[in-house]
């Protein structure tokens, strides 16, 4: 099932994806039944509100080209950063270009949602743990890097600049979270495709590598990462981030 | 301790890298050289996440790989409904020892158990500058560091407006005004006390975790 988050007529909503004419997935059935078009929703990320701020984990250069790309060698392990709730935003969002920078590119990552309490996961029962997934957009904006705790807060924790969903899916619906194609388009170009198979620290490996020093809780996200194939985008620009089984998740950039 | 419980923030605790002058003052040397080539232009912020998070009184397991852990102590300003500082709390912010800090800090800074917290936050309607604040630490009931808040390298106000620079902090948000340097060492068994005048004191022991 994919699973959605949405306000609709001044309320809040849950729902899950509906064909609409003719196209699957292009509306959602409200938890009332009603069947509303995509278009027609403000879209939320796609996971149930937490009463505690959800541990938000994200990779850098784990796709062995996005390494090259980026004139790094490939990591011994992960490099992992976290994020703060409030740079998530939803599906059809707009995300802050600020004025006057030269390098804003977006990142097409297949996020994990832990589905229950790990600590101390052996890889081998790592996918027992995990709820589902969705589509991550996690914009870096490259002018602000500097060599401290990098990257940091400034260039990847900045209000907006995580879209998230359009779906939650649930996991029982993805067949191997390691073989599933990405792509993005910027205008209806595209501009970055690969496939999950391609990460350096695989889905059980980050689960197993986390949980041994971190209890991990239900709702928290990590974000596995992004291949090679990132380019500068301009207020104005339509972002599409697809995964195969997961979703096209929609985002315009605007100027600051 | 129903009808009183601990202070526990209701966001994203963030804390603070090189905000004393000490402590920036022992790194100058080397920050023009690699891995960092320049001084940091913008504050160098951190995430402590919720698995991090002990009350006021807990017992903090240390992993069963480290001997020694790093004490932080420092002040949390507690982010209010308008964007202002509603109140500042006491942390205590535990770290595994590490050198560098060209990449970011997870693996040591985000073990469970490694924010102590609290015990209760005091109002920012209390407090005339952030500045006068003077924190002691003290193991197994020994002083061990002394912290002068007038010796920020951006002092609270401004450290709200460089952060507010390029991200939200909201309602609930914790923002640490960072750790002086000469920060202690403590042990499996030791007890951790920090205390501030005007503050009810927070402390944390510290138990060595079974291997795995």
């Known amino acids: 099932m994919k699973h959605a988050r949405v306000i609709f007529e001044g309320r809040e909503h849950t729902g899950i994806a509906h064909e609409f004419n003719g196209q699957a997935d292009a509306a959602v059935r409200l938890d009332d039944g009603r069947v509303v078009p995509q278009e027609q929703l403000v879209w939320l990320p796609p996971l149930a509100p937490s009463p505690r701020p959800r541990t938000i984990l994200a990779l850098g250069l784990n796709y062995a080209d996005h390494a090259k790309e980026l004139e790094f060698k490939a990591p011994e392990e992960p490099l992992v950063f976290v994020k703060g709730q409030s740079t998530l935003i939803g599906h059809r969002q707009h995300t802050h270009r600020p004025a006057g920078v030269q390098f804003m590119h977006y990142e097409c990552e297949l996020a994990i949602v832990v589905g229950k309490t790990a600590k101390n996961v052996k890889r081998a029962d790592a996918y027992d743990f995990i709820g589902g997934y969705t589509v991550a957009n996690d914009y870096a904006i490259r002018d602000y890097l500097e060599n401290w705790y990098r990257p940091n807060l400034r260039v990847k924790n900045r209000d907006t600049c995580t879209p998230l969903g359009p779906w939650f899916v649930d996991a029982a619906d993805v067949p191997d979270p390691m073989a599933l194609a990405l792509k993005t388009t910027v205008n209806g170009t595209v501009t970055q495709q690969g496939s999950t198979r391609d990460m350096i620290f695989d889905v059980p490996f980050l689960i197993e590598y986390f949980s041994r020093f971190m209890t991990l809780s239900p709702g928290d996200l990590i974000l596995t990462g992004t291949p090679d194939g990132v380019v500068d985008c301009e207020p104005g620009d339509v972002v599409i981030c697809e995964i195969e089984h997961i979703g096209a998740l929609v985002n315009t950039i605007d100027a600051a | ?212």
Not at chain 2, 15 to 20: A, D, E, M, R
């Open chain 2, 1 to 212: 301790m129903s009808g009183n419980p601990h202070f526990m923030p209701a966001g994203t605790v963030y804390g603070t890298l090189l905000n004393f002058r000490a402590e920036f003052e022992a790194l100058a040397p080397q920050m023009t050289q690699l891995p960092y080539k320049a001084p940091p232009k913008a504050p160098v912020l951190y995430v402590k996440t919720v698995n991090t998070w002990s009350p006021h009184g807990s017992a903090i397991a240390m992993p069963s790989s480290v001997s020694e852990v790093e004490v932080g102590a420092s002040i949390g300003m507690v982010i209010g409904a308008e964007g202002d500082v509603e109140g500042f709390v006491l942390m205590n912010d535990l770290s595994i020892p590490h050198a560098s800090f060209f990449r970011p800090p997870v693996k040591f800074k985000c073990v469970d158990g490694f924010l102590g917290i609290g015990p209760a936050l005091r109002d920012a309607q209390e407090v005339a500058d952030p500045a006068h604040f003077h924190v002691e630490v003290r193991i197994n009931g020994a002083l061990k560091q002394s912290i002068d808040f007038s010796q920020l390298v951006r002092p609270a106000q401004q450290l709200l407006a460089d952060v507010g620079e390029f991200m939200t902090l909201a309602h609930g948000d914790v923002l640490m005004l960072g750790c002086d340097a000469g920060r202690p060492l403590a042990r499996a068994g030791d007890r951790i006390e920090i205390s501030a005048p005007g503050f009810e004191a927070l402390s944390n022991t510290l138990v060595q975790e079974a291997a795995a």
